[in-house]
């Protein structure tokens, strides 16, 4: 019996809900379902400040820093911010700190000086708290908050400004302009970032609700100098946001003097270097970014639309400097830049003047809380911002291989029968993935008994290749009697209440649902008792997790998501932490795994669709409900690229895509994108027809096998990449700008990228029966075609040709590439494998790399169980070498025992220099032991391709120092 109140009405509405997500063409966004900057009452009205502030020549700011606060002491200086109010002879006090750090970072708060109690009543008799939000930093920030130890007040100081220098060598400097309130940050002398510069900072203090009905007699508002009318409520879409806080907004324009480029502020379909906001215009957007993490319905291209995830860091770049800001706010958050030509320099001799981007963040409540980076380098700033939000995780090896899914693998039968398929295909694989069907009635941690009656039978059967599987378990709990975890979610009060203080109900997959409330430490507590073994029946150790419509989706909700005013954990209204909500369920999820059992500890895998600054500490992200069409393929890596250097680049798009059935060619292409994909994923709906790789038919089949085949060549350099990314913060692919900071040209490439540090410059085609694609070069290095070794040498573009059975892809001069080049079937079925690696020389006749290795499955790395080498080859001695870069720990000598009959059976040496042609042998020398021979054969050059050599078995092992000398 199922108990709703009104049974009849709730399964129909949810039938007709599901039919009409089925049956929707796969062509557009709902615009109506989501708010313009129009129609959220804080961004117009700080819009409508801002063009006021231009409009208006004597427009001043009105928020001045009180010279008489000002204290600096310990890195920090303390000061109010008074904001003077027309008519008012009171001005509301704002506290300010700006913390310099020991990393060169800078963060600047403004907080609301607290009211004291009962000054401020909410409207509504509210339970929210009443505080501006404070607690975005304990989920996003996890370290690097250390102050400098040599920040200092500059010894010269100018009136009316206070200056202080900080930074490494104290390069860096922030001159504070107490009226009106400003602050240039400089590098060099140079100013690099400016806040306030164009006076838009805007804090919209607390204040009570006065009743304006005009009196009797007396004339209405003629001119109303703000616009109040969504001060205390607010209508979209048939919802009220009961708003008892009233207004609460802080905005600030950030300026970028110099900078022609700004990157980041993902979740957005679009170009890496993002548009102007100009309200309309060739190329500008009409809307500014906007950051609330919203299930949106069939996203459409080149939009500042919200989607899934939010992070609110900013990179602008310009010819050799990257500077950057993170926004540290939750709650809704849009984003306006333009872009204006400064004037000509006067001592540039004519040539054209600098770009200026500026931009103009706006939030609705919360502090203003922003972190400045002075670079110079992308890298500089993407170690820095990792060190405060958390490095990627360094993830399981099966995660970074191939992940096979489906909304829905239907049975346990159905899931065996792929697996089978794969392996009689000779297809490699790691993970395949249940939807929610295969849950009883969408109840989260149950096994439909008709469909997957033997999960555990088919765990083990993936066992035998070490395969995984990923089950989906999703936030919203079927609100149902005698649901075990619904009762404990409701009679231990671990759900989401709504702004009266009761538990929240609302409409997603099982109908009628409750929402865990994951800021609550008892709901985390609580979430990890359900994925014990022996609580979670059917479940076993090689299964996985999916976190979906984490943003959360509430299809009867306001924008596809919560009220607003629904309350959290602290009395905090969901308006605060939106944008954090979904990382909360993920960061659950991960501490469940790491509990499931006592003694069993591994890294956890969790996928999100929804995320915010940090979860990259938690796991992968992937771009959401894309649609089978060419653009949807090309827009997947300017996300990627986007998340990338936004610190998240443990991303991925559905391969394939998910709406709609896919051509031969598009899915073959798809395919070999997806090889380049951090995240690499099969996905699609539940509606379309099955496509996995082995039914594609020839010639796609054998082509999807290859872009298959390719990544878990290289594996050995994805994992490296990921290492990189644990440890710098860098990006797994890499954008154009990354690399080559100083090549304008290059700036806003966004299609094509290199793998980690390999040097492979990779521009899979996007484009439907394409025949060649030009790939453009920003150096003067050699390159070499990945498969043949045709070099291309000189800056700029190159043609190659891209016959659908090829993946354009470069090996730039300079590099060491490993990889495992034995066809398997699964990445754990490679562990032994030995290496093959590409000695990919430079113009010099240099190149040098690196391998990072471990068991890819625990934490064992962190006491030294790992293996990393840097490999040279020298000119001069005309050798390779084999370096150890590894820190010894406890660990160490065990795990480089179980390594040690893992070696290298093959050297590729590409642009061999024409002596090695009456060469027959190398000399080999392993540390310790004595010298032998290995075969040497040579290839010389023949037309446009390079010549190179082969070195069979030299026999040495992958994580010993050796030499291999070729003199
Ligand atoms: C929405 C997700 O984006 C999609 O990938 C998934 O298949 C469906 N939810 C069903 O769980």
Redesign the pocket.
């Known amino acids: 019996m199922v108990s709703y109140r009104t049974p009849g009405r709730a399964v129909l509405l949810l039938t007709l809900l599901t039919l009409f997500l089925l049956i929707q063409p796969a062509e557009m966004v709902k615009h109506e379902s989501f708010k313009t900057c129009d129609q959220s009452g804080f961004c117009k009205r700080n819009r409508a400040y801002a063009d006021n502030a231009v409009t208006q020549s004597s427009w001043e700011s009105p928020y001045a820093l009180d010279p008489q606060s000002i204290v600096f002491s310990k890195s920090q200086l303390h000061g109010v911010v008074l904001k003077s109010i027309a008519g008012s002879n009171e001005p509301v006090r704002l506290p300010l700190t700006i913390t310099f750090l020991e990393s060169g970072a800078a963060r600047v708060t403004v907080d609301e000086e607290k009211r004291q109690k009962g000054e401020i009543e909410l409207r509504h008799n509210s339970k929210a708290k009443k505080e501006r939000y404070n607690e975005a930093a304990s989920w996003a920030v996890v370290g690097g908050l250390k102050s400098s130890t040599t920040a200092a007040l500059s010894s010269q100081q100018d009136n009316g400004f206070t200056k202080v220098e900080y930074g490494p060598t104290k390069g860096f400097e922030a001159v504070i302009r107490h009226a009106p309130f400003s602050v240039d940050f400089k590098r060099d002398a140079e100013t690099q970032v400016q806040f306030n510069d164009r006076g838009l900072l805007n804090v919209e203090h607390w204040r009570p609700k006065v009743d304006k009905e005009p009196k009797e007699g007396e004339e209405a508002n003629k001119e109303p100098v703000e616009d109040e009318s969504t001060w205390w409520e607010e209508t979209f879409g048939g919802n009220t946001d009961s708003k008892p806080r009233g207004p609460e907004s802080v905005a600030l324009d950030i300026s970028f003097p110099g900078y022609e480029h700004v990157f980041g502020i993902p979740e957005h379909a679009g170009p890496l270097s993002l548009r102007e906001t100009r309200r309309g215009g060739d190329g500008n957007h009409k809307d500014p970014y906007r950051l609330y993490n919203s299930?949106v319905f069939e996203y459409e291209m080149d939009s500042p639309m919200t989607l899934y995830g939010a992070i609110p860091f900013m990179q602008a770049h310009k010819k050799d400097s990257t500077v950057g800001v993170f926004w540290l706010n939750a709650a809704e958050t849009w984003i306006d830049i333009i872009k204006s030509k400064s004037p000509l320099n006067p001592l540039s001799l004519g040539l054209a003047g600098s770009v200026d981007t500026k931009t103009h963040w706006i939030s609705e409540s919360g502090l203003l809380d922003v972190f400045v980076f002075l670079g110079p380098t992308s890298k500089d700033i993407m170690k820095t911002y990792s060190e405060l939000t958390g490095y990627t995780q360094l993830p399981q090896q099966f995660s970074v291989g191939y992940h096979q899914c489906r909304?829905n693998y239907v049975t346990d039968e159905d899931v065996r029968d792929v697996d089978r398929k794969f392996d009689k295909h000779n297809i490699p694989y790691d993970v395949i993935w249940l939807?929610?069907e295969y849950t009883e009635g969408k109840k989260y941690f149950t096994w439909d008994p008709m469909t997957f009656g033997d999960s555990i039978g088919m765990q083990k059967q993936l066992d035998l290749r070490d395969r995984k599987l990923v089950a989906?378990i999703?936030p919203h709990i079927k609100n149902e009697k005698g649901f075990r975890i619904s009762e404990e979610l409701k009679g231990k009060n671990l759900a989401v209440m709504n702004k009266d203080g009761n538990i929240y109900e609302g409409w997603c997959?099982p109908g009628s649902s409750n929402w865990v409330d994951c800021f609550n430490p008892a709901a985390i507590a609580w979430w990890k008792t359900l994925f014990k073994y022996d609580a979670w029946k059917g479940s076993a150790p090689n299964t996985f997790l999916w976190n979906?419509?984490n943003e959360p989706s509430v299809f009867n909700g306001p924008e596809v998501t919560m009220p607003k005013d629904n309350l959290h954990y602290g009395n905090w209204e969901h308006r605060d932490i939106h944008n954090i909500n979904g990382m909360t369920l993920v960061n659950a999820t991960y501490q469940a795994l790491l509990e499931r059992k006592k003694g069993e500890i591994r890294r956890p895998f969790v996928l999100t669709?929804s995320f915010y600054a940090g979860t990259q500490r938690l796991g992968a992200m992937w771009t959401?409900?894309n649609q089978a069409n060419w653009d949807h393929l090309a827009a997947a890596f300017p996300m990627i690229l986007n998340n990338g250097i936004a610190g998240f680049p443990f991303a991925g798009a559905?391969v394939g895509g998910?709406f709609g059935n896919p051509s031969k060619e598009l899915l073959t292409r798809w395919y070999q994108a997806g090889a380049f994909y951090p995240f690499f994923r099969g996905?699609a709906?539940?509606d379309t027809r099955r496509r996995e790789p082995y039914m594609a038919g020839d010639p796609y089949k054998g082509i999807i096998t290859q872009a298959l085949r390719l990544r878990y060549q290289l594996l050995p350099a994805w994992y490296t990449a990921f290492y990189e990314a644990s440890t710098e913060g860098s990006p797994i692919i890499r954008p154009n700008y990354f690399v080559h900071p100083s090549d304008e040209k290059g700036f806003a490439l966004d299609d094509q990228f290199y793998l980690g540090s390999t040097g492979i410059l990779a521009k899979p085609v996007v484009k439907e029966d394409a025949t060649s694609v030009d790939i453009y070069i920003s150096d003067d290095r050699p390159y070499y075609d990945y498969f043949d070794f045709t070099v291309y040498r000189g800056k700029g573009s190159k043609t190659i040709a891209a016959p659908l059975e090829k993946i354009p892809i470069l090996m730039q001069g300079g590099h060491i590439i490993p990889r495992r080049d034995r066809p398997r079937r699964s990445s754990g079925l490679m562990r032994w494998d030995p290496f093959t690696l590409v000695v990919v020389l430079d113009e010099n006749g240099h190149a040098e790399g690196h391998l990072y290795l471990d068991d890819g499955e625990t934490f064992d790395y962190q006491a030294g169980a790992y293996i990393h080498r840097r490999f040279v080859f020298d000119k001069s001695s005309s050798s390779l070498v084999s370096e150890d870069l590894a820190v010894k720990g406890s660990k160490t000598a065990a795990y480089l025992k179980t390594m040690a009959k893992v070696g290298v059976e093959k050297v590729v040496v590409v642009g061999a220099p024409a002596g090695w042609a009456s060469k027959s042998t190398v000399t080999v020398t392993e540390d310790g032991a004595q010298s032998s021979t290995a075969e040497l054969s040579y290839t010389p050059p023949e037309g446009s391709k390079a010549a190179w050599a082969i070195i069979r078995n030299p026999k040495v092992a992958i994580g010993h120092g050796w030499t291999i000398d070729f003199s």
């Open positions: 299930d909304w939807d929610i989906i999703d997959w979906d419509m669709r959401g409900d559905d998910f996905h709906h539940l």
